[in-house]
């Protein structure tokens, strides 16, 4: 354990200059006046890292996004998830290692350092609350210390709702205490705990357009690879589902991308609706949910919208070359209607780029819904649409990735029945979550609506967590 502390410790001594010195031990850290404020930025960046991790590759794994070039994972896409697979143990180290910083921060340098507040215990619980979610939400299971024994995803959300209620009994700062009433409702939410779920989002509604976002600094190497994945690196690498084109870009640069990163959102406003409105349609209340459901939409539309250039936008990676790029009509499935809007002409001119919350769900959408599986529909939509590019979208698809091959090297803690990726039966290989067909009018069919497939298979374990 000294050894890895002493490794993180040089994490953020490269994080301000980027370079190790040999001098710096683990006791000399400790001894530094202000260690914490180190620490604590030092937490920052670790976030971003993670975010970026998590990001790219639940993009790709995910219905939302397909690689359409030589970076990031080539397999994933299929979806092919091995416990040998290096992307999967990069994963798995940037959320332990989130982890583990959080640990260290709580058990050695708060202790050191006398002018530590409560609001950077706070802080460090927060992380770790996070950090733990992320482990239950997108692993079959992980373990609970350096080589320590397995715990499976549930055991590691009921941690996360431990870490954040230690948040909050430190926290003064108002916003921050409803940030972790929201990720306490989305731990819930995830354990399949109505009742818990709807009163924490019911808190965190006290403040009706909560917003936390995880901020990147280009300048000092840590980008959002989201941002360079879809608008700065040219060509652009991922390319995203047709009918979701109108969201692309999410993240973007007005001038040199070192000095213009976009943040990305951590928590905001919108998954308490969502919660609701899932909980609702879990006891049959399709009225209430009717109601939670108009005013989100409402508070997507009070987002911030803003018009972007975005004429360099070829799709043109080379792994897939019938992108559209002209505004053609596209429709969910073989079976749905075609939908105009949905997919851009960007060489018209400036186009508009959602960059909190944004859908294609309408008003008269939810109010012509007929019945439980018809909002149920809703919800799964404007939850993918409204959280593209934030690393949500595997959670709601049953898929979670199985423990690191380097783990199990590692830890004689861990069993072959974690090494083994969690893919739902209804999942369709080769490609079928992102293929798409080309009319000889231009127009775009989506071969598979997996929104209409996770409704389908609301019962089963792995989605739909009300139910």
Known sequence: ???????????????????????????????????????????????????????????????????????????????????FDVDVNSLQADVQALREMAVYGLDKVITADASATAEDEAFMHFCLGYANILGGELFTGLPEANLGKMLTSGEILTLAVGNLDAAISLETDPKNIQVYHLLKARAYRSLGDVTHAVREAEISLSDPSLLYQIEFDGQNGVRNEMQNAV????????????????????????????????????????????????????????????????????????????RVDDSGETRNGGNRTDYPLTAVPVRFDSTGPFREGLILDRQAGNIAVHTVSGTSVTLSDIAHAGGVDELLYQVYLLRQEIFIGEGRRLTDLGIKYPVSQTEQDNNPNVPDAYIIAQLPAFIPGNGGMDNFSTEPDGSITIETDMNRIIVQNKTASEVVPFF
């Open 1 to 83: 354990m000294r050894k890895k502390s002493i490794y993180l410790v040089f994490i953020i001594i490269c994080a301000f200059s980027c370079v190790e010195n040999p001098n710096v031990t683990e006791d000399v850290y400790l001894e530094n006046p202000h260690s914490v404020s180190s620490w604590v930025v030092g937490l920052k960046r670790q976030l971003a890292v993670t975010t970026n991790t998590v990001n790219v590759n639940v993009a790709i794994t995910s219905d939302n996004y397909f690689n359409n070039y030589s970076q990031y994972s080539k397999v994933f896409d299929i979806p092919q998830i091995d416990y």
């Open 231 to 306: 608008f700065d690196a040219l060509p652009n690498r991922l390319a995203p589902l047709p009918r979701l084109d109108f969201l692309d870009p999410k993240y973007y640069a007005v001038g040199p991308p070192t000095t213009d990163q976009k943040p990305v959102a951590l928590a905001k406003a919108e998954e308490a609706y969502l919660i609701l409105a899932e909980a609702y349609l879990s006891e049959q209340n399709t009225g209430k949910a009717r109601e939670v459901l108009q005013k989100l939409l409402i508070l997507v539309g009070e987002r911030p919208v803003v």
